[in-house]
């Protein structure tokens, strides 16, 4: 029987000195996309840094392809998951196709390095970018800069895991339209579980299968990414404290919040 691709089982944090996270019990199986929403400093990033082994749970464990975290050495986890953390900002006045490559760094030797790079650039929509210093670039180009970083780790790797925070956060309506098709797009065609911290309810709706609301008591619930489904509705009005009126498009039932805050 395979196993689970994630499994979160019992999973405790402290999220500064009052707030703690979990306990959590979450699965995320191969192919699965998730939008991870809630409340600024309820600790949607330090979850996502938890998957990613870059903190240590205070309990509970964090099982990656049937294996604790604390069992894989780092070059086999960057070949198998990829994490696209906030912040853009790199040390060095690297050109663009040198941070795409960085996602290849726990491959040597990598003869077709160079070429998956481009590829990879061109599908983070940053193909334009070559050449260019990475540290000159405006924020949505260092964007895309950084998406193709993490397609490239993944580019030749199926059912893998990749793991976003806040991707498309200050960018403009169109390119986080943009940006967010490449990412489910890129995660689809290998069959990678996407896990996406977002802010945007419209579109972890529009482009994920399932929601892990957190809110601020450090429980999640696990709903369907369905704007139909009254459930989800009165979840996320329970969670943001607004109140959300169901509206039905041309592409289906949306949720959109109302202008007053919700009494409580």
Request: with cysteine.
């Amino acid at each position: 029987m395979t196993p689970c691709l994630l499994e979160i089982v019992g999973l405790q944090a402290c999220i500064g000195a009052e707030r703690r996270l979990g306990p959590l019990d979450l699965r995320l199986e191969v192919g699965e996309r998730v939008a991870l929403l809630g409340p600024s400093g309820v600790g949607k990033s330090t979850l996502l840094r938890l998957i990613a082994a870059e903190l240590t749970p205070q309990g509970g464990q964090v099982r990656f392809e049937g294996r604790d975290l604390t069992g894989w050495s780092g070059a086999g986890l960057a070949r198998r998951r990829a994490v696209l953390p906030q912040s853009h900002a790199v040390a060095f006045g690297l050109n663009a196709e040198l941070v795409v490559a960085l996602g290849r760094a726990a491959l040597d030797p990598d003869p077709q390095g160079a070429d998956i790079v481009a590829e990879a650039m061109a599908q983070a929509c940053a193909g334009h970018l070559l050449g260019r210093r990475f540290d000159t670039l405006s924020g949505g180009e260092q964007a895309r800069v950084q998406l193709a970083r993490v397609f490239a780790q993944l580019w030749d790797v199926e059912a893998g895991l990749l793991l976003v925070d806040e991707p498309l956060a200050a960018l403009d309506p169109g390119l986080q339209l943009e940006l967010m098709e490449a990412i489910t797009g890129f995660a689809r065609m290998r069959g990678h579980a996407l896990l996406a911290v977002l802010h945007d309810v419209q579109l972890a709706l529009g482009h994920f299968g399932r929601l892990w609301l957190l809110g601020p008591e450090g429980g999640i619930r696990d709903l369907p990414a369905d704007a139909g489904d009254e459930r989800v509705r009165q979840a996320l009005q329970a969670l943001y404290r607004i109140d959300f009126h169901r509206v039905d498009t041309p592409d289906g039932p949306a949720l959109v919040p109302a202008r007053h805050r919700r009494s409580v």
